[in-house]
Structure formats: structure tokens, C-alpha cells
């Protein structure tokens, strides 16, 4: 059982950049994927960004492709977004996912490894 616990939201102006953390308790392993979905009012829960906890398999969707960078520390268990060159289409809630799978050239949740989500706002 991994449970996971986002930080690092808050209001920016655009332009200005933000570093999420999601640290992860309990079992995880390292071939395992995890990393960032995002949802803004009205719209799905998109896939942003995902690595290993080996580091390896780092994908990313293309809109934050250079913008946005993943990265995973696993002896502290912990995983970073770090989001520079916020835009305000940046504007979601931000989850973490401990299980993500990719198949058919998307990459899928695993519904029992969700954060909590943390708000991010960028304002133009």
C-alpha cells in the first residue's frame, strides 16, 4: 500500500515557476512509474508527467515539454515537478500518482494511488 502526499501549490503571476513534491510512504519499488496528472474545472484529469523510480522512462506531454521537469529521489521517496515558465493554461489542480501504466500511447492512472492534489493558480 503506497500512500502519497502532494505539497508546493500556490498563486503565480505567469512567467514565474513552482516546485511540486510528492512524497510517497509504504511500498513502492523501483521499475515502478510514478508522477503528475492535472485537472482544471470542466475538463478531464490529464496526464503531465511521469519517471521511474529508477529515474529511468521520463515522459511528458508535449504542452510542458521544456517547461517542466520530473525527477525522483528514491531513498527519500519523494517526487518533484519543477514548473518554470508557468502559463495560466497551467491553471489545475495538481495530483500525484503511484502507479501509472502506459499503453496504447497514453499513460494511465492507478485509481488506488492518488494524492490529495494541490492547487496551482497562474494569473496573467
Known amino acids: 500500500q503506497v500512500q502519497l502526499v502532494e505539497s508546493g501549490g500556490g498563486l503565480v503571476q505567469a512567467g514565474e515557476s513552482l516546485r511540486l513534491s510528492c512524497a510517497a510512504s509504504g511500498r513502492t519499488f523501483s521499475g515502478d512509474a510514478v508522477g503528475w496528472f492535472r485537472q482544471a474545472p470542466g475538463k478531464e484529469r490529464e496526464f503531465v508527467a511521469a519517471?521511474?523510480?529508477?529515474?529511468?522512462?521520463?515522459s511528458y506531454r508535449e504542452s510542458v515539454k521544456g517547461r517542466f521537469t520530473i525527477s525522483a529521489d528514491n531513498s527519500k521517496k519523494v517526487v518533484y515537478l519543477q514548473m518554470n515558465s508557468l502559463i495560466p493554461e497551467d491553471t489545475a489542480v495538481y495530483y500525484c500518482n503511484g502507479g501509472i501504466i502506459g499503453s496504447g500511447g497514453r499513460y494511465h492512472p492507478n485509481p488506488r494511488y492518488w494524492g490529495q492534489g494541490t492547487q496551482v493558480t497562474v494569473s496573467s
Open positions: 519517471i521511474r523510480w529508477s529515474g529511468a522512462s521520463i
